[in-house]
């Protein structure tokens, strides 16, 4: 009774238009107030909590970081490199786009931001080259997508704070994946412009590849100091973002000179909004998720489908099929906040790594990225290339299949997420 | 400049001078551990303190600039006056989601200003930094209240921001390959 009262309302709140923030809070409010025992002071503690919280602490510094990284000059460089290594491929110019996409994402973690950043010049230059347009767009809606999997991850750090787990470990758990899903949609390019016969760039000189890799280098030693920083015990998730901010404004203000001095009040604030709308979310996914667990919800799931003696592989069916459903209607840190409370303790008996199911998670809400009615790289790319959405929706539509195909990969090869971490921790 | 533009301008300059402080305290103190091999007792306890007087101020100034996502997939189908009808709801439950959380805010600050704890690290009482969850809500009731008075005004308004728009105003200007790219 009290979780249908609360899903309804959820439910009833969001599709009104209310901001998902709200959405949640509200719903979470009133059922305590109409069924439970906490007081209103309480429940307002809740809220102030997530500023308390350590881990969560480092998604303003990484959106900082992402702020003064995404710039077109960064894409710009990112790009360059990635046409330099593999450009003379048959179909060249859209397996760079992939890796020029996975190169962006390292430096700024937003999926949206790198299909636009790195889709506003590349897609442009794959047309002018004689390719499709919705060949062009679709691969670079899609390797967008990598932003979230390729570490640094706010989605990640999210998870993390949720179930106790280890940023670092999952950080360390996205690299793997995040490369073996380019590699695959790369492959999946080059098979299709063999048979397209799609054009491809003139080799570079050796000396050009040197040149773009140290151009582009500044901003990739982002990650080697993220992840390196994390693994050698120099400082934790939350301080390592923080070196990032600041080394990311040196790189952007002083190395690369993409924005100018007088700028950087304005990145500032750029940032500051992005944390707080995003913080504004966690806040009340977290005090839903305390409903939920104040509801014994979570358990008495748990206990339901250990009753039913479901095996480990079946669960992970459904957790695909959940995650899918729901990433095609909410936001990714919404989602991992609420489900993770319920999906954690279940997946804990089955046997299932957490760093394990996290990345599935991150998987899966990367494919509701592309997936309509709500698939934010959707409408992204729609703005960049003019098209209407059902257009880049069928664009999209052949690569979508590389991601699920990737998906049951991910999920029942366990060793491609845990071996990296496995093996450094 | 009017007074709305300048109220504006101060929150703004707030939230990111918040920010710039908690990143460059948190830096700072890997550096004073690494380089001086020493460290600040009351950094963690700021950079909270500060993380939550960011978010809190940080709600209202979303509203005002549409920073706040949502689903509007289902509004967007409706016809004019219902959906200003519809938006007029959702507005209304916005502020009475902002007044709940200002009262109960408000039972919670008073309750500490009255035991007297202190901080951990940092020697003001806790109240004082808790202060920003009542002030928080109190001005997104207002900016919501805002929101209400212009609908019912008919004036034209956003309860959600538009994130892809907020995406888009990354596009390079330049449709251009680097240069070695274009042959």
Partial sequence: MTTAALFVMLFAFMLLGMPVAVALGLSSLLTILVFGHDSLASLSLKLFETSEHFTLLAIPFFILSGAFMTTGGVAKRMIRFAIACVGHLRGGLAIASVLACMLFAAVSGSSPATVVAVGSIVIAGMVRAGYPKDFAAGVVCNAGTLGILIPPSIVMVVYGAATETSVGKLFMAGVVPGIVLGLMLMTAIWVLARIKNLPRQPRASLNEVLVAARESGWGLVLLVIILGGIYGGIFTPTEAAAVAAVYSFFIAVFVYKDIGFRKVPSVLVDASKVTVMLMFIIANALLFAHVLTTERIPQMIAEHIIAWGMPSWGFLIVVNILLLVAGA????????????????????KLGIDPVHLGIIMVVNLEIGMVTPPIGLNLFVTAGITKMSIGEVVHAAAPWLMVLLVFLVIVTYIPIITLGLPNLLF | MSFGSKVNHVEEGVIAFLLTVMTLVTFMQVVARYVFNYSFIWALELVTFLFAWLIFLGISYGVRVGAHIGVDALVKTLAPAKARAVGIVATVLCMLYAAIVFYGGWIYVAKMYEIGIMGEDIPIPQWVPRLVLPLGYAFLFFRFGQVLYRLIAG?????????????????????????????
């Avoid at chain 1, 990714?332 to 999906?343: E, K, S, V, Y």
């Avoid at chain 2, 004036?155 to 042959?183: F, I, M, N």
Wanted: charged share 30%.
């Fill in chain 1, 329 to 348: 209607f909410m936001e990714p840190t919404g989602i991992i906040l609420i489900l993770a409370p319920i999906l954690f303790p279940i997946a804990t």
């Fill in chain 2, 155 to 183: 004036k034209e308004v956003h309860l959600l921001g538009d994130e892809v728009e907020e995406a888009l105003k990354l596009k390079v200007d330049t449709d251009e390959l680097p240069a070695q790219g274009r042959e």
